[in-house]
């Protein structure tokens, strides 16, 4: 549950699209939950929020799994 990872230190941000990690830095950009910082639930709604603004996704999971310093975070995409 990600919210059990609120306030954890985010050691990364991925983005996952049809299974695969997708490296786009246009959607990077949009993405407000920045590693190194701890993670909250303004970023991630403000993440969200600026990623369905676009109009390209059905639906957006935000995945949080846990690692050894803190909390990788993963937005799966849904064309």
């Keep these: 549950?990600?919210?059990?990872?609120?306030g954890r230190p985010v050691?990364?941000?991925?983005?996952?699209?049809?299974?695969?990690?997708?490296?786009?830095?246009?959607?990077?950009?949009?993405i407000e939950v920045r590693a190194g910082a701890p993670l909250t639930t303004a970023a991630v709604?403000?993440?969200?929020?600026h990623l369905f603004n676009l109009g390209r996704?059905?639906?957006i999971v935000v995945e949080g799994r846990?690692?050894?310093d803190g909390v990788r975070v993963v937005f799966v995409l849904t064309p």
């Design 1 to 6: 549950d990600l919210a059990a990872l609120v």
């Design 45 to 49: 709604r403000e993440s969200l929020a």
């Design 66 to 68: 846990p690692e050894a």
């Design 11 to 30: 050691v990364a941000v991925a983005l996952e699209q049809e299974g695969r990690p997708l490296e786009d830095d246009r959607l990077m950009a949009l």
């Design 57 to 59: 996704f059905d639906d």
